[in-house]
C-alpha cells in the first residue's frame, strides 16, 4: 500500500521565518516519484518539485530547499525567510513507478505566514 | 510545460441536474486522464482513472453511475456529475498524463469548484 503522511496540519509563522514542512512516506515499490504542490485559496495546484526514488540529492530552488531522506522515508521542504505570499496549503505527493501518473496525496499542509 | 485546461472554472447547480466538466491537454496528447475530489480542508483524492477509448477505473466508493467519464479522444476527458445534490459540492480537478516523451509526470488543470443548491 501506498501512503503520504503529512502531520503538521497547521504551521504559523511570523514573516521571514524559516519554516520546514514535513512529509513521510510508505510505498513498496522500489522506483518512484515524490512532488510538492503549493494549493493557494484560489485551489489550483502550483508544481513545485519532482523527485525520482533514486535521486537523494538535496534541492534548492531560490527560498525553496528540499531534503530526500530514502532512509527515514522523507521528503520535507523548507521554505527560507518566509513572505506573506508564501500563505498556501502544501501538498506532499507519491506515484508509485506502475501507478501510471495517479498520485496519493497528504493531508497537507496549511501555512500561514504573518506580516 | 505541459497545459491541462479544466472548464469551468465555477458553476453553481440546482439539485438535481446534471454538470459537465472538461478537462483538455492543450499541447500534447494524454491517454489517461485522472480526476480527484477535494472536500473543504480536506486533502485530494483520487476518483478515476480515465483511459481514452476505454471504460474509466473508478476508485472504492466512488459511483460510477453518478460520477460518469468519457475520455473519447486523446486531449478531452469529461466528468458528468448526474442528478446532483448538495452533499456533490466540491471541487473536482483533473490530471492528464504526457505519456508522448515517456514521461511519468501528469499535469494538472485549474480545478472546478462546484456549488449545488
Known amino acids: 500500500a501506498q501512503k503520504v503522511t503529512q502531520a503538521q496540519t497547521e504551521i504559523s509563522v511570523v514573516e521571514k521565518e524559516d519554516v520546514t514542512l514535513d512529509c513521510v512516506y510508505e510505498t513498496r515499490d522500489t522506483t518512484y516519484y515524490l512532488f510538492w504542490y503549493k494549493q493557494p485559496p484560489s485551489g489550483e495546484l502550483v508544481f513545485l518539485i519532482r523527485r525520482n526514488s533514486f535521486d537523494e540529492q538535496n534541492e534548492i530552488s531560490g527560498r525553496y530547499s528540499w531534503n530526500f531522506q530514502k532512509s527515514t522515508s522523507s521528503f520535507n521542504f523548507t521554505i527560507t525567510a518566509s513572505q506573506v505570499v508564501d500563505s498556501a496549503v502544501y501538498f506532499c505527493a507519491l506515484s508509485g513507478q506502475n501507478q501510471g501518473g495517479k498520485l496519493i496525496f497528504g493531508q497537507g499542509t496549511e501555512l500561514s505566514v504573518k506580516p | 510545460g505541459a497545459v491541462v485546461s479544466q472548464h469551468p472554472s465555477r458553476v453553481i447547480c440546482k439539485s438535481g441536474t446534471s454538470v459537465k466538466i472538461e478537462c483538455r491537454s492543450l499541447d500534447f496528447q494524454a491517454t489517461t486522464m485522472f480526476w480527484y475530489r477535494q472536500f473543504p480542508k480536506q486533502s485530494l483524492m483520487l476518483m478515476a482513472t480515465s483511459n481514452e477509448g476505454s471504460k474509466a477505473t473508478y476508485e472504492q466508493g466512488v459511483e460510477k453511475d453518478k460520477f460518469l467519464i468519457n475520455h473519447a479522444s486523446l486531449t478531452l476527458s469529461t466528468l458528468t456529475v448526474a442528478s446532483a445534490h448538495p452533499e456533490d459540492s466540491s471541487f473536482y480537478i483533473c490530471?492528464?498524463?504526457?505519456?508522448?516523451?515517456?514521461?511519468?509526470?501528469?499535469?494538472f488543470g485549474q480545478g472546478t469548484r462546484l456549488t449545488v443548491v
Open positions: 490530471s492528464a498524463r504526457d505519456v508522448g516523451q515517456g514521461n511519468t509526470e501528469a499535469f
